[in-house]
């Protein structure tokens, strides 16, 4: 466990430790598959002034003041059924903070949020590789379903 372990909001002034927490992740791991290119730094600051984003929820870890987590998730209300849920876009902690209970404090946090704004069910595709889905088993209350599928258009 992370003894000073802070969950904050993540908004544009803390782009700059993100930047850093996903070089990080490169130097640890090479499974990324996008770049930090100037392109994706514009589309991620550029997020914070679009509204499109307004239901979008972002939360950092942070560890003796580096980011070493973030999780991300978006409501999604939906008229098949008249509920609102939130679909969980990516949670991911750096190699060397892993298994000391960054995930599942990001995953707590998140929770927490969602629960204030009455929502009460977090969807999620899971990452395949067996790290992700042993997390993603140990999750307490919850179930795997269905299959999920991209469509790119």
Request: include cysteine; charge should be negative.
């Amino acid at each position: 466990m992370i003894k000073e372990m802070k969950i904050l909001r993540f908004t544009e002034k803390e782009l700059p430790d993100v930047l850093d927490f996903e070089k990080r992740l490169r130097q640890e791991e090479d499974v990324w598959g996008w770049e930090i290119d100037e392109a994706y730094i514009k589309s991620v600051k550029d997020s914070f002034s679009d509204k499109r984003f307004d239901d979008s929820v972002s939360l950092l870890a942070y560890d003796g003041g580096k980011v070493v987590g973030r999780i991300d998730a978006c409501i999604i209300p939906s008229r098949f059924d008249g509920s609102v849920k939130a679909y969980l876009d990516w949670i991911c902690v750096v190699k060397s903070s892993r298994h000391k209970g960054v995930a599942q404090a990001l995953l707590d946090g998140l929770k927490k949020e969602l629960k204030a704004k009455g929502i009460d069910t977090l969807i999620a595709l899971t990452a395949s590789n067996d790290e992700a889905q042993s997390f993603y088993k140990s999750i307490p209350d919850s179930e795997m379903h269905d299959t999920g599928i991209w469509i790119n258009f």
